[in-house]
């Protein structure tokens, strides 16, 4: 048997350190920080891929691809954009045995190339809205790794559109955060999602505003799902994009750019998911249903395979395997399944296929129940849905449980105490930066968001006592 | 109206360089000899990865993702594979501000960084046969760049399969290349290829055999679609893949590779197409039909742009644009998509609506024809089928016709003088190298396979008259 799986409960870090890799998710690669996904961990992106993209095209966004490598100098054009990516640069510096004049950064973000690129496709504001989106890899130099999470190369789509008006970009980023991401994460992963924006500290560098969509994993920790950015006129001045509108007048484009990355699925595995392993939800798990033929220790195991294969006909709308090994028992591949988090298994014998039936057994509640082979298609569509169900109304109530009022630094400072997650503490605070850093670095909590849904409410500053208007959300993040 | 386009019969070259960027399909990026690929020509990507994926999964391969960084070492262990791309290489110095102990290579291709992980995931002849595919981006410095022909980054898929035997290894090899990319050429691209091996200097470096299809562009210039390697125990043995096989023995395994990437997209373009301009393959074409509505000098538009927009509804099962700019004349729509080779063009005007009707234009044959809303759909299906029929046709008899037996070298130096394509020249070879290089250099045609399909036939050397047992063909190639 294999190592026991550490338990979810007791050492969360460690669970889904072991669990990525025992899962057959992902490894480490061999150059710093890189990360090779695994097939099983791949088919989980492709899904989340198909579901995204999808949403995308119907917001009109066209995908295109912009090279790996940017000219240093493209990057140094935003100011505030190259102080905030500098120090994560890979840089490349000789080709074909040349050293190059100028080094390439290994694209850490495509603003600056497209945007260099795209001012000489806009002229009139017949070109506009322009909406552009790129699947490719993204490079950033990181000391600490950590699988899906945190590592140097990672793969994301970067949608990046042009707008006649600051806001026409505001609102394409709200839309797809709201109608991409927010039913992505809802509809799909199965999680629920806190969305607000950033304040001015935690902003992506360059951006006016930026959106975004805060989750929290399984152990009161929260992490990003996603981001989308109103870029204003901030790049179209640096670049220099500007186009002719219905007056013959030269204006300034607006520019918005969202994105979410492979980071969704280390988010998906810590918020579902217990001390058996994983929990993969139904409408994107790589694997829906596992077939396990129960072939009897003296009985001849080809009817009982032939079955399995005649099932699996019957669901070929589903994503299903059979594990036919025949060097493992039924016990083993149950739990081997349940630890890779397969929603559903179906198990099927000499006497289930005697008397026209299977066995349906629910990796969410661990239900086993006998269904006849008329009612097979039907049941799985609705258990599927219900797994689906099950796992979002357990997330949300998580996520309720751990979230907080805090009224004094005396209680944030004990919530935040110690190396466990804190959940989401929603507290009253300045507006200055100065106050955000001093919380972060005596609590180690910074400002997830400020939420666009809440109860408006003057309050004071929960260190400083300055006067505030609204709670934002503060966490111990990812 | 926009410059004339050069002739593709009189000026290919020239032709090609200009229609790739005005029909919007790619641009040069910023970085030496790098590609921007726009929205209409990554769409034709797209359509084309969902067509290969879907035959490569029937194949029981699976996707994943390893890291683009390699490291140097790795390049290293196996011999003829680091003769063959150090030249090629694009090196990472630093990351985050730090020199690196040891350079990363920026991904010339993947079997190195594969085959060192993935000794670790084998262990018994359970484990194969072990069927991966990536869909990555692929990095070779170029000094010569021509847009999809040859640029220092493309787009691609990389097959990388373990097998238990050299023969198993030979036989996926070759299913790939028939039954995913002859299939996906003949079915989808509307190209008939020539299918053989590579000789042994023409082949990849590291392989025991690389096979190979190739096509005839509309110049007489060759050009190798894609390549399916048996790689033999030869990266098995530099990077010890060993599994213990069913009578408990430790065997060597065997591998094999194969690829096609945005080239296709070149092979394509350069196949069909006429002085008018481009012609997408009906099947994946990223527009296959353009509904173009004909507003009338005094009518009302609206009843038009509606009616349009039913029939776009209608197609829905098709990739359909409207072409409603109201500051371009019906003229000049035709001429523009035209240009961009959409295969089958829509018309409706007011008399059309009266009449419950539409015109249908071809873009391979140019006829028109009305067709009652009726009929419209089988009308579409047809049509689309026959654009397709007759494409594939069209390039078949070119090949055909540049096809040639060559029995002197007389003859051989005579078809392959001047600046031109020179077709397929079948001709006997003694099978040295030397000889080989000597054509090469003498005729700059090379070897680009030893076809599958010929009559076996014994014969002289072209240039030494050594003896021969079946022609090979040489093309001037891309």
């Not at 799909?188 to 006016?208: I, N, Q, T, V, Y």
């Not at 901030?234 to 509108?245: E, P």
């Not at 849904?453 to 208007?469: F, H, L, N, P, Y």
Request: glycine fraction near 6%; include cysteine.
């Amino acid at each position: 048997m294999a190592d026991q799986l550490p338990s979810r409960s007791e050492n969360f870090s460690e669970w889904y350190n072991t669990i990525v890799q025992r899962a057959d998710l992902a490894d480490y690669g061999a150059a710093k920080g890189t990360m090779i996904i695994k097939p099983y961990g791949y088919a989980l992106w492709e899904n989340i891929q198909t579901y995204l993209d999808k949403r995308f095209k119907k917001h009109g966004a066209k995908n295109a691809f912009f090279p790996t490598f940017i000219p240093l100098s493209y990057i140094q054009r935003e100011k505030e954009h190259v102080e905030g990516f500098t120090p994560n640069l890979w840089l490349v510096a000789s080709g074909g045995g040349e050293t190059l004049e100028e080094p390439y950064a290994v694209r850490p973000t495509s603003e600056t190339t497209i945007n260099m690129t795209v001012r000489n496709w806009i002229h009139s504001y017949r070109d506009l809205p322009l909406l552009l989106n790129l699947w490719n890899s993204c490079f950033r130099y990181e000391l600490r790794t950590r699988l899906f999470l945190r590592t140097s190369e990672f793969l994301w789509q970067e949608g990046h559109t042009f707008h006649a008006s600051w806001d026409e970009a505001n609102e394409y980023a709200l839309a797809i955060l709201t109608d991409a991401y927010l039913d992505f994460y809802a509809n799909a992963a199965a999680m629920p999602s806190l969305a607000g924006r950033k304040s001015e500290k935690e902003k992506f560098p360059g951006a006016d505003i930026t959106y975004t969509l805060e989750q929290m994993m399984g152990d009161g920790r929260a992490l990003q799902g996603c981001t989308a950015h109103n870029l204003g006129h901030n790049f179209a001045k640096s670049f220099d994009i500007r186009y002719l509108d219905r007056g013959n007048e030269l204006q300034y484009a607006a520019t918005a750019s969202w994105g979410l990355s492979t980071r969704a699925i280390g988010a998906i595995l810590m918020t579902h998911g217990d001390d058996k392993g994983l929990l993969m939800p139904p409408r994107i798990a790589p694997t829906q249903i596992v077939i396990v033929p129960i072939f009897g220790k003296h009985a001849d195991p080809a009817p009982v395979l032939a079955a399995a294969k005649q099932l699996a006909r019957e669901l070929a709308d589903y994503r299903v395997e059979i594990d036919a090994r025949d060097d493992k028992s039924p016990g083993f591949k149950f739990n081997d399944w349940e630890m890779r988090g397969v929603p559903l298994r179906i198990e099927i014998g000499p006497k289930d296929i005697e008397k026209n039936q299977v066995v349906l057994a629910r990796r969410d509640t661990g239900e086993k129940k006998f269904v006849s082979n008329a009612e097979l298609l039907a049941q799985v569509a609705q258990t599927l849905d219900s797994i689906h169900d099950t796992l979002y109304a357990r997330a949300k109530k998580f996520q309720d449980d751990h979230t907080f009022s805090v009224d004094t630094y005396a209680e944030f400072q004990a919530r935040t105490a110690g190396e466990g997650g804190a959940g989401f503490l929603m507290a009253h605070w300045c507006g200055n930066r100065e106050c955000e850093t001093a919380i972060q670095q005596e609590t180690k909590a910074t400002i997830r968001c400020i939420p666009f849904v809440q109860t408006k409410e003057a309050g004071k500053c929960i260190r400083c006592d300055g006067a505030s208007q609204e709670r934002v959300v503060f966490a111990k993040a990812y």
